[in-house]
Each structure stands twice: as C-alpha cells, then as structure tokens.
C-alpha cells in the first residue's frame, strides 16, 4: 500500500529531480504502473460504498443513502455529489 508521503512525492513528481528523494522510491515507468493499479483499486472501492449507507425517509423507514449527498437510492445522486461525479468518470470513454 502506498503511504499519503509517496501519494504526494509521485503528484509533484516532474518536480522532483531525484527519484532518491520520492517516497515511492521506484523507476518511473514502476510507478507509473503502480499508481495505475493503486487508483483502480481506490475507484473499485469507491464504486463499492457508493450504496451502503443507511439513512431515514421521511417516513421514518429504513432506506439506502448515498455517504456523499445523503440522497436516497431511488432518487439517485444530487447533481453536485462528488461520488457520483468519480464514478460516472469512470464509465466515460476516453
Ligand atoms: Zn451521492
């Protein structure tokens, strides 16, 4: 698992001049491949809560919330939720 340090090393990376100095301590084109699969394996995750909370209707009954706008289920995502946003990017061709 990378570290937030080794997160923030590889985001600044062409600022970096030596890879000696980044936490992820790897040759570029290992980080370029690890950061892929790291990012893929946060996007899985993120797909995976995107239904999992339990909130309250307005009647008082047990529903599937969204974590991020609190909307239930069958109304889908609020139009700025940000969970939404990530994995609807997900779905878009490149
Ligand atoms: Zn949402």
Redesign the pocket.
Request: with cysteine; net charge negative.
């Given at each position: 698992m990378l570290n937030r340090k080794a997160l923030e090393d590889a985001a600044r990376c062409n600022k970096i001049y030596d890879c000696d100095e980044c936490a992820m301590k790897k040759n570029p084109h290992d980080c370029l491949e690890i950061l892929a699969e790291y990012a893929l394996a946060y996007w899985d995750m993120l797909e995976r809560l995107?239904w999992i909370c339990v909130g309250e209707s307005g009647e008082g009954e047990d529903v599937i919330i969204?974590?991020?706008?609190?909307?239930e289920q069958k109304e889908g995502?609020?139009p700025d939720?940000?969970?939404?946003a990530i994995n609807k990017a997900g779905d878009k061709e490149l």
């Open positions: 995107e969204c974590p991020d706008c609190q909307n995502h609020k939720c940000a969970l939404a």
